[in-house]
Nanobody, 124 residues
Framework: QVQLVESGGGLAQPGGSLRLSCAGGGSIVSINTMGWYRQAPGKQRESVATITRAGAIDYADSVKGRFVISRDNAKNTVFLQMNGLKPEDTAVYYC??????????????????WGQGTQVTVSS
């Protein structure tokens, strides 16, 4: 029943901004590292930014200084504020998280989850 749901994608002009959100739902005990990944047509999926539960952050060089990742642990939500958007930022953006969940046998296990993805298009 655990799932990640992204929102906030859409169309932006070069130099514009978008804010992505990803909310975890279901039988979640806690979430460790959360992050954003993206995949453009014909290219491999790449890490954009990750953030640990304690707030340690790692950005890809291509977005450093333009994007800001943050999270709200109480709401099991991670955000990606994207500023100074460029056409090369166009991609499907996926939320990813390491989630500890409770099984039906009350045993906690950790699994990695992906959201369904949200399209970000940067164009004039």
């Amino acid at each position: 029943q655990v799932q990640l749901v992204e929102s906030g994608g859409g169309l932006a002009q070069p130099g514009g901004s978008l804010r992505l959100s990803c909310a975890g739902g279901g039988s979640i005990v806690s979430i460790n590292t959360m992050g954003w990944y993206r995949q453009a047509p014909g290219k491999q999926r790449e890490s954009v930014a990750t953030i640990t539960r304690a707030g340690a952050i790692d950005y890809a060089d291509s977005v450093k200084g333009r994007f800001v990742i943050s999270r709200d642990n109480a709401k099991n939500t991670v955000f990606l504020q994207m500023n100074g958007l460029k056409p090369e930022d166009t991609a499907v953006y996926y939320c990813n998280a390491d989630i500890i969940r409770a099984t039906s046998r009350t045993t906690n296990i950790l699994n990695n989850y992906w959201g369904q993805g949200t399209q970000v298009t940067v164009s004039s």
